[in-house]
């Protein structure tokens, strides 16, 4: 096993990954589970060793007719993506700037890229999953076919589930044919109004000043329903990358309504509820207020602001603490995640 510092723990095989599991329970520890770090460098540090999959690397298969994937945790998601274009595929769970540069930190955290409204979320794109639990048995969900399906959907269950139940080891992804043209267009329209002159859409992503819009389809067909929609060819839009608030989307007018009484630069997914931030401490302190008062919750991702990355804490339902325990009956995997 790796070791970069002696609370810093680099497995490179599910055996030394139930090792390191095992080693914590005993000792009656937590781990605190990271992928290569790129969300997870950004949030403040916890006191728990890190056990990281950063190092659980490679491909294990490609069925190019089968339209699947399977890869180990730890493998980058451009290494994937530039493997899959060779055959015109992809899975559309890229990463967002520097956010979730491996397959398992993406499944883990659940950030959904910009594509969210076009391809779906990240979990709607996992077939199978094999981890590691807290108390350090090995275990694999779902199938690589629909067939080989039986029993819970753990798979979901461990998509954004930030490393708390269990160590994800390997995955096996679903795939699609590259799309043949994609192009971001804008306009002054308010994404509102827009949403009804659209068929289709990748990605539509409002600002203060402008509504984007990015079409995956025939080029033909692109340009012509931007031409009857009034959009012109733009850049992407730049999105916040402080932190991330997501809402009911039925009660998204209501949470803008009052972002907009507060100093933060804004973008935000009308359909999906999800606006991404900028802005001041103070700001943001008021927008987590906010989208809590809405039903919502709001992730801070950016360290400098001071802010716990979780807001307040709620005590699990029943069948969540059911399911805790079941996986993780020690607490080994660092349950107090939550609250930083």
């Not at 039986?150 to 269990?166: A, I, K």
């Not at 827009?194 to 600002?207: D, I, N």
């Not at 805790?324 to 995997?333: E, G, M, Q, R, Y």
Request: hydrophobic share 40%; proline share 8%; with cysteine.
């Amino acid at each position: 096993m790796g070791v970069n510092a002696a609370t810093h723990l680099e497995p490179t095989d599910i055996g030394e990954v139930i090792d390191a599991v095992t080693q914590a329970r005993e000792r009656s520890s937590a781990l605190e589970v990271r992928g290569a770090g790129s969300v997870l460098d950004r949030l403040p540090p916890g006191d728990a060793p890190v056990l990281s999959t950063a190092r659980l690397t490679g491909i294990v298969d490609h069925a190019p007719a089968d339209l699947t994937v399977t890869v180990r945790a730890g493998t980058r998601l451009d290494e994937v993506r530039d493997r899959l274009a060779e055959h015109g595929q992809e899975c559309p769970i890229e990463p967002i700037g520097e956010h979730g540069t491996t397959v398992g930190g993406r499944l883990g955290t659940a950030l959904a890229g910009p594509r969210q409204l076009g391809a779906g979320r990240v979990r709607d794109w996992l077939l199978r999953v094999r981890f590691v639990t807290g108390a350090g048995t090995p275990a694999t969900a779902g199938g690589v076919t629909v067939k080989d399906v039986t029993g819970f959907d753990l798979c979901r269950l461990m998509t954004g589930s930030w490393g708390t139940l269990g160590v994800i080891t390997e995955v096996t992804l679903k795939l699609r044919p590259i799309p043949p043209h994609r192009a971001w267009y804008a306009t002054d329209t308010p994404q509102h109004d827009l949403a009804s002159q659209l068929y289709r859409p990748a990605a539509v992503v409002s600002t203060s000043e402008r509504t984007h819009v990015l079409f995956e389809d025939h080029p033909d067909d692109a340009d012509a329903q931007a031409a009857g929609a009034g959009l012109v060819p733009a850049d992407p839009p730049v999105l916040p990358a402080s932190a991330r608030a997501v809402v009911d989307p039925a009660r998204l007018a209501a949470f803008r309504a009052d972002l907009t009484e507060l100093d933060l630069t804004v973008a935000i997914h009308d359909q999906l509820g999800l606006c991404h931030l900028d802005g001041q401490p103070d700001a943001l302190v008021a927008a987590r207020a906010a989208a809590e008062r809405h039903g919502g919750a709001l992730l801070v991702l950016d360290p400098s602001t001071g802010l716990p990355a979780f807001g307040r804490g709620h005590a699990p339902s029943p069948l969540a603490q059911r399911v805790s325990t079941a996986l993780d009956p020690d607490d080994v995997l660092a349950p107090w995640r939550w609250q930083r």
